[in-house]
């Protein structure tokens, strides 16, 4: 199968699962810019996507999106180090174009995973698996499940987990500015002249993405209860 | 004229492509700076040959910045640090009086280093002929004119064609990755009417002899365009990358 057995293959699972990963991003981050509007609306939206058979076939398919993604980037990155060779360079100097974040890939998604997993803990397990551990039949406190705004309260009332969260965002940012271009240039959606576009629409798409996210937490750390 | 300067040069040794490299010093003494940086490499060796010591090794050919042989990791920069040009095509007024010149092989599991600064490039070779021609006689220059091509691809396919082979993308990048040079190669004749026709074999086959000799994958970091001393750009790149996942979505 080409999508294993050959380099371009495999960095086009990569571009696929990324780019459908950069869309879920922007499904959430504007669902959250509700919150800040209206708590109601926002809750209505945390019932809708709930324990519903549509809901979870989603966040199965969601988390093999992620499981792949990480799989291949292990994978590959264990290629691309063996390619290197053993010896290393004395002196190594980046070149001005290259961007950090384009040598960064891996750092960067691993601390975007450690702060899924804080994500998860902080949100998921508190919402979505109670609900599942309910409807299997496991007595578990269901009263606050679809209340999201309590859930973002908590969290973001501390204000360790804020700064942690705005680490995260930030570390996304970095993935995704190069990400986004680099996706389409490995799906061979490129040229001389797109490469500077896609460049640009992918640092604002980036920028506009990742300020959503950090407007909530800002907005609920800095007024939370009172507002 | 330029000043001399005096500098103290650091390169790698090795003595086959089994054993362990190590670097050596040398303290380097006036030396012009009109002087190129093969002269000098040829002024230390002339100096070890006449102290009964083992010269070092190199590649070079033409030494006028086509044939692609010089390879020289020099300062953290394959070819140096100056942009578009080989290692023959530095001089030595680039550096400054007391320098520390760090002088190292192409370093990639694809190039293997034959003795100090020689690495093997044969891979190259081989994806080359995995693929890199047109199969049928073409005949000779055509009449200007008789086969129509647009003055863009012919300008795109002749920036493609500049690729001299040296390897300074796969010594520039940190996975260890020949998608410059191959798509290079896939792109000077995929653009233009005599090679499109085997462009779909031709991607196919090169991309996987590259995967086979155990070049890495492409994570898109631009450092093998900055250090082209062609200037080739990774535009080739996703050229490479439409002809490959068009082929293989046909099949």
């Known amino acids: ?227 | 004229m330029d000043k001399n300067i005096s500098f103290t040069l650091k390169v790698w040794r090795q003595r086959g492509p089994k054993e362990k490299g190590h670097f050596d010093s040398f303290q380097m003494k006036d030396i012009p700076g009109d002087t190129s940086f093969l002269e000098m490499m040829d002024i230390l060796n002339e100096q070890l040959v006449e102290e009964g010591k083992e010269p070092i090794v190199f590649d070079h050919d033409c030494r006028e910045g086509i044939c692609g042989m010089c390879s020289m990791y020099i300062n953290g920069h394959p070819h140096g640090p100056a942009t578009a040009v080989t290692t023959c095509q530095i001089y030595m007024r680039r550096f400054n009086d007391g320098d520390t010149i760090t002088v190292e092989p192409w370093r990639s599991a694809g190039f293997p280093v034959i003795r100090d600064l020689m690495v093997d490039r044969g891979a190259y070779d081989k994806i080359m002929q995995a693929g890199g021609y047109v199969s049928i006689n073409t005949g000779g220059i055509p009449d200007a004119n008789a086969i129509p091509i647009a003055k863009k691809d012919a300008d795109e396919a002749m920036d493609a064609a500049a690729c001299i082979g040296c390897g300074a993308c796969v010594a520039a990048c940190k996975n260890g990755s020949a998608m410059l040079f191959v798509s290079a190669k896939v792109s000077q004749l995929a653009i233009l009417p005599q090679g499109k026709v085997e462009a779909a074999r031709r991607a196919k086959a090169m991309l996987s002899k590259m995967d086979e000799l155990g070049f890495g994958n492409c994570t898109n970091t631009r450092a093998c365009e900055a250090e082209c001393p062609k200037c080739v750009s990774i535009s080739n790149i996703a050229r490479l990358n439409r002809e490959f996942i068009s082929a293989k979505l046909k099949d």
């Open chain 1, 1 to 227: 199968m080409w999508l294993c057995n050959s380099s371009i293959g495999r960095k086009v699972v990569m571009s696929v699962t990324g780019v459908a990963l950069i869309l879920f991003l922007t499904f959430h981050m504007a669902m959250n810019l509700v919150a800040i509007f209206s708590g109601e609306a926002y809750n209505m939206i945390c019932e809708f996507l709930g324990a519903n058979w549509y809901a979870l076939v989603a966040t199965v398919g969601l988390g093999a999106l992620v499981v792949i993604h990480i799989v291949y980037a292990f994978w590959l990155t264990m290629q691309n180090r063996a390619a290197r060779g053993t010896e290393r360079y004395a002196v190594n100097e980046k070149p001005k174009n290259v961007e950090w974040a384009s040598q960064n890939m891996l750092a960067l998604g691993i601390v975007i995973l450690l702060g899924l997993g804080l994500h998860l803990f902080n949100f998921w397990a508190k919402m979505q698996l109670p609900e599942v551990l309910h409807m299997l039949g496991i007595n578990v406190d269901t009263t606050y499940v679809a209340d999201g705004v309590y859930h973002i309260q908590n969290t973001f009332g501390c204000p360790v987990y804020s700064v942690l969260y705005i680490v995260w965002l930030a570390a996304l940012w970095f993935h995704l500015t190069h990400g986004f271009w680099s996706a389409l240039q490995t799906l061979g959606w490129n040229n001389k002249i797109w490469f500077e576009r896609w460049k640009m629409i992918g640092n604002i798409y980036s920028t506009l993405v990742v300020l959503g996210f950090v407007a909530v937490v800002v907005y609920y750390a800095l007024c939370g209860s009172y507002c």
